[in-house]
Every structure is written in structure tokens, then in C-alpha cells.
């Protein structure tokens, strides 16, 4: 109790010599009207706009300002002109031809065309003619679509891109399975596991090796085989493409195929 009657007190007596010293400096502070400082006439020192009306008068009139204007212009040189100017004044007698047809006669660009189109036909024949002379001599291998023991699949639902970059191998090859010498019920079998093994492993492009047949005495049985397998078998759905491998890695002979992840679901048919 005692000590906050002491800081009250000492609160009470900080106000009262903050109020002397402000009542102090009250009485130091120069009054307003010591600011204005005055001249001996007694009028304010600081005029503007004393001399205002003799600069008004020495102002020349409108009527003497444009004479004044109209002596000093004179008229444009040739350094002056803009170069529209300059080549508007030299095309300026120019006139426009009559009775002028544009380009050559109707005959002449018909023969023109003709021209250019046999030009092109005898490039194309040349180039086919150059690639064959290549495909004959080793040089080239056939495109694998030109061959007829080409095949491609599956029949519904195929990715033409997928498909195209498939035959390029332009996928690389997880997995190979190798058909030769089996008999028809030994190559399903074989063709059964290794499809469950790459699925669970999974390996998404794969490729069936199976020949091209020249030895059947009928259709290739294995190459039909294998298409059957992957349009019929029971990892069907599991298909995304297949196509006959690139000339370099078999040809006809080997079957690459891409797999889904997961199987494609079975559409209901309308009603």
C-alpha cells in the first residue's frame, strides 16, 4: 500500500514540472505575427505580383505574333521531304497500262502444267525404278508390309500408330519365345506359360518366334497358330498389338506383341 501511495506521488510531481517546463517554453515561443517581416512602406515584403501588369504590356499582340510567324516560313527544299513526298512527286505523271493481260496465255500455262506433271511422274518412275534396282542387289531390305505373309492385329479395336511403330521396332523386345520343332498341343502349351510369365513379370513387349513356314505342305501351322492364339486364346484381352517383326529381326517369321496391363474390359451389345 505504501509503496503504490509512493508511485502515485512520484507520478503527481512528474506532471506537475512537465507542466512548467511546457508553460516555459510557452512563454520563449515568438509570437505569429514576428513571421511576416515588413518593408519601410509597411506592406508585406514578399509581392509576386508586383510587376505583373508591365510584363502583361511588353507581351506582342496575336496579329504582330502571326506576321512575325508568316515572315519566318519559307517553303520546303528537297532535304525537307519526307521520301513519300518525294516519291509521290516523281511518279506523279505515271499512268497505268490499258488492256494488259497478267502472266502467260491460258495455252502457255496449260502446257506449263503438263510439263511440270510429266516432270514428276518420270522423278517418281526414276526413284521407284532406283529402289527396286536396291531391293534386287541386297541393298534394301523389303518394307515387312509388302510381303503378303505379313499380319497385324488384333482385328478390333487396333492402334494403327501402335501398330506401325510395332513393325519399325521401334519397342525393344523384353522377352523371346522360341517355336521351332513343337508340335501343335507342345506350342500352346509353351505359348500359355510364357504369356503368364510375362504378364506377372511385367514385360509389355514381347515376340513369338515361329518361322515363316516354307516347310508346311499347306498354310504355316505355326505362324497360324500363333495369330489364333492372340485373337482367340484366353490372354486375348490382354493384347494391345501385334504385327510381324522388321525385316532385320525376322520378318514374317517372328510375331511381335504388346501387352495391356490390365485386360480390356468386355462391351455389352445393345439391345
Not at 505504501?2 to 517554453?25: H, P, Q, V, Y
Request: charged share 35%; glycine share 8%.
Amino acid at each position: 500500500m505504501r509503496r503504490k501511495e509512493f508511485l502515485i506521488g512520484k507520478a503527481l510531481e512528474n506532471i506537475r514540472g512537465l507542466k512548467r517546463f511546457l508553460s516555459t517554453m510557452e512563454d520563449r515561443r515568438p509570437h505569429w505575427s514576428e513571421y511576416i517581416h515588413k518593408d519601410e512602406g509597411g506592406s508585406l515584403r514578399n509581392r509576386p505580383f508586383k510587376n505583373l501588369g508591365r510584363i502583361i504590356e511588353t507581351i506582342p499582340k496575336k496579329s504582330s505574333l502571326k506576321r512575325g510567324l508568316n515572315r519566318g516560313c519559307r517553303e520546303k527544299t528537297e532535304a525537307d521531304k519526307t521520301e513519300q513526298e518525294i516519291f509521290l512527286e516523281a511518279m506523279k505523271d505515271v499512268r497505268p497500262l490499258e488492256n494488259r493481260t497478267s502472266g502467260h496465255s491460258p495455252r502457255q500455262t496449260k502446257e506449263h502444267t503438263m510439263e511440270a506433271k510429266v516432270m514428276t511422274e518420270s522423278m517418281d518412275i526414276s526413284r521407284g525404278i532406283r529402289e527396286l534396282a536396291a531391293l534386287i542387289r541386297g541393298e534394301r531390305p523389303l518394307p515387312v508390309e509388302k510381303i503378303p505373309e505379313y499380319m497385324d492385329g488384333p482385328v478390333f479395336n487396333m492402334d494403327r500408330s501402335l501398330v506401325r511403330k510395332l513393325r519399325k521396332g521401334q519397342f525393344a523386345i523384353h522377352a523371346y519365345c522360341e517355336l521351332h520343332g513343337l508340335r501343335t498341343d507342345e506350342a500352346l502349351q509353351v505359348m500359355d506359360g510364357f504369356m503368364s510369365d510375362a504378364l506377372m513379370n511385367n514385360r509389355r513387349a514381347i515376340a513369338f518366334i515361329h518361322g515363316r513356314g516354307k516347310s508346311s505342305a499347306g498354310e504355316p501351322v505355326l505362324k497360324g497358330l500363333v495369330k489364333d492364339f492372340l485373337n482367340r486364346g484366353r490372354f486375348r484381352r490382354y493384347v494391345l498389338a501385334y504385327s510381324s517383326a522388321p525385316s532385320w529381326d525376322g520378318g514374317p517369321g517372328v510375331t511381335y506383341v504388346l501387352l495391356r496391363k490390365r485386360p480390356v474390359k468386355k462391351t455389352k451389345g445393345k439391345r
